[in-house]
């Protein structure tokens, strides 16, 4: 069974996370199937923008904290790989690579990779219960999906260490001051709001399109691919220690968790 739900109108691809059970979580079904399909829409000529939505109580839980869990208890630690990191930088990679414009629609929760995911977009569109929390730090992590690498490109190292250091929520109207996202519209607008910004995109010069998001990269992504060995790495380092043990434990358990014991 499918995890995503596609559609292809008016030349607008449409992607929606549909994994209710762990609220869209990353995991590594989850992110293949995202991948495969973001490359298929980016090598397809007749896609001319594409939209990353979500079904569901929220956009995207981040990683899958449950599976964590349940690995940290029966064998000790979460054995992600340095592959499995790779991957996950493919999802974001492919999203700013790719010369068509992405538009990330976000209701609900978008945590940890789930906040990356959403402003990784090209323009992000959110209902006013949206929130982002970039919630690494929280149990023990690291930022991925190249999520220090926005905030930091997007905000400026103060706010960006601010938001990734502290890892507390901030709401769509906070994320709109702050140059996250470009709109707020009611959550039963959402969508058709992201269409129609869809088909003004669509309907401009596909080759403006093309080489002004490239303008955009070449500006904002220099250096990315050094960040992400360092993501990786600080990544694979933080997930072995007790610290990231007990903030996982502690999430599931809903405590508090007690860090560097």
Known sequence: MSLLITEMREGIFIIKMNSPKNMNALDRALRE???DV???AADDPEVKAVILAAEGKGFCAGGDLGAMYRDIKTKGEFGATDADLVNVEKLAECMRTMDKPVITAVHGAAAGAGASLAFAGDFTVASPEAKFI???VNVGLVPDTGGMFWLVRA???KRATELAMLGEPISAETALEYGLINKIVPREELEAEAFKLAKKL???PVDSVRYIKEMVNEMTMKGFWDTMKIEREGFLYC???DNFKEGVSAFVE??????NK
């Open 33 to 35: 199937e995202l991948i």
């Open 38 to 40: 973001m490359k298929k």
């Open 202 to 204: 669509k309907n401009k």
């Open 239 to 241: 997930m072995r220690t």
């Open 134 to 136: 970039i919630a690494f």
């Open 254 to 259: 809903k405590r508090k968790p007690e860090f």
């Open 155 to 157: 905000l400026g190292y």
